[in-house]
């Protein structure tokens, strides 16, 4: 199917592109890498009146490392995530996401603020967000305001974006030496929306009690949740099979899954609780260190 007709405009700055979002207010969408808008609009899931694209805007094409962050810029690809050597050696989390998210060719136009701000319910960067307590920096007309992923994700693709804003870049904090994380993901195949997903990342003091714990799973609700009460649980403990197994049951007991040809509610919902364990696991093992008995 064709999409209906819209009007289009280039905007070369976050400036151009908050003043014609501000024009045409409902009826116009940020065009970033396409890979979602684009189909809802050929399926006219989506019929925005005015596109404003933003993939000219080369200013927004940045990965820089600042100030405890790394700020990403709302044109980066997921690919330009995938292959960066900063990202690989320092950003453990991110680093395991950009290789899972979608295929190679989605990857390649793909970005991580616009996939953010897409909010799929069963989206791979959610998740992360909540657990590497990323934020996003959102403009319009009068300024820019930061908002924490939890402010940030508000309902099934919905985020905290108004009418004439756009988000400009993603704050992602740079892990300590003793974090270790992990983003575990189930697929039919590869390319495919997660059956389910966790992400896990840990941060521990010199005595190998965990200091900051961040665990979110995704496509097992409405939104990518955050599990709270798991952190709770690891947050000054050592970490042993007990410990994993009573943070992997929360996280199985706040899933709430729909059956699909996915899977059924009640696999996804144990699964989950799996993906979580092998997540801390896996985190550990990346610190050189083993789950204690
Ligand atoms: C075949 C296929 C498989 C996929 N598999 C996965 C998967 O496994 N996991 C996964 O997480 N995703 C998956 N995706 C989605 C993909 O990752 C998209 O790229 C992503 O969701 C949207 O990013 P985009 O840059 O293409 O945004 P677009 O499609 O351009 O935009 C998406 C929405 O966000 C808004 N938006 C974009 N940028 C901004 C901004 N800067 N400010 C405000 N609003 C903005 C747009 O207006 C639009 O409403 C898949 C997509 C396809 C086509």
């Known amino acids: 199917m064709f999409p209906a007709s819209f009007d289009y405009y280039r905007a070369n700055s976050p400036e151009e592109a ?15 890498g396409g890979q979602s808008l ?22 927004s094409n940045y990965i820089i490392q600042d100030n405890g962050h790394l700020r990403i810029g709302s044109t980066v690809r997921d690919t330009d995530l995938e292959f960066s ?28 603020v616009g996939s953010l701000c897409h909010n ?3 989206g791979d960067w959610t998740a992360a967000m909540l657990a590497a307590r ?34 400009v870049e993603a704050l992602w904090p740079t892990p300590s030496a003793r974090t270790g994380a992990s983003y575990q993901k189930i697929e039919r195949k590869v390319g495919d929306y997660a059956t389910a997903a966790a992400a896990v990342q840990l941060e521990l003091n010199e005595d190998n009690s965990v200091k900051e ?17 798991a952190e709770k649980l690891l947050r000054g403990q050592k970490i042993s099979r007990e410990l994993i197994k009573a943070v992997a049951a929360e996280a199985s007991a706040i899933a709430d899954p729909t059956s699909d040809g996915r899977g059924s509610a009640e696999y996804k919902k ?24």
């Open 134 to 167: 990323a934020s996003m920096v959102i403009q319009n007309g009068q300024g820019k305001r930061t908002l924490s992923a939890d402010d940030f994700i508000v309902d099934s693709f919905t985020t905290a974006v108004e009418e004439g804003e756009m988000a």
């Open 38 to 59: 684009i189909p809802a609009m050929r399926y006219r899931l989506a019929q925005p009146a005015v596109l404003v694209d933003i993939n000219t805007m080369k200013d």
């Open 213 to 229: 714990a961040g665990i979110a799973i995704t496509a097992v609700s409405y939104v990518a949740l955050r599990v709270a009460e």
């Open 120 to 122: 799929d319910p069963s």
């Open 270 to 293: 144990e699964v989950v609780g799996v993906l979580v364990a092998r997540g801390i696991v896996q985190s550990l093992e990346r610190l050189g260190l083993k789950v204690e008995a």
């Open 18 to 32: 908050v003043a014609l979002l501000a024009e045409h207010g409902s009826d116009a969408r940020i065009l970033a």
């Open 85 to 112: 050597e900063l990202i690989r050696s320092k950003f453990q989390l991110m680093s395991d996401v950009s290789n899972v998210v979608a295929d190679p060719i989605v990857r390649f136009r793909g970005t991580l």
